[in-house]
């Protein structure tokens, strides 16, 4: 497997190493990416059968679907568009934090 890590110990090509990565906001990325569309669609839906009242274009689970789908993905989006920008600034990185075995 190959990755690019952060090496504070002056590694050599082919030695075996210990890599970790930062574990602070796994919970809330995982709340972020699971349960927070899923909230989303509900409110979404409702706004969706409020519009279908307004219009008479398509059915009220039609308009409840279509509006709770797009609140479903906002999240989604704004997660890309975070995860993006970590990557930009490099908070998204693995460290060497020992050297297992040296390349001889």
């Known amino acids: 497997m ?3 890590a952060h090496d504070p110990l ?9 890599i970790e990565e930062r574990q602070s ?4 990325a995982g709340f972020l990416l699971l349960i927070l569309p899923l909230v ?7 706004a969706g059968v ?6 008479d274009i ?3 689970e039609a308009w409840g679907v279509f509006i709770g789908l797009a609140a479903f993905s906002i999240p989604w989006l704004i997660l890309f568009l975070l995860d993006r ?3 930009r600034k490099r908070s998204y990185q693995m460290h060497i934090v020992g050297i297992l075995k040296r390349s001889t």
Do not use: E, W
């Open 25 to 28: 906001g796994r919970i809330k």
């Open 10 to 18: 002056q590694t050599n090509i082919g030695d075996r190493v210990k």
């Open 58 to 60: 398509l059915t009220r």
């Open 40 to 46: 989303a669609f509900i409110p979404g839906y409702f």
């Open 85 to 87: 920008q970590r990557i």
């Open 2 to 4: 190959t990755a690019k």
């Open 50 to 55: 409020a519009i279908s009242k307004l219009t």
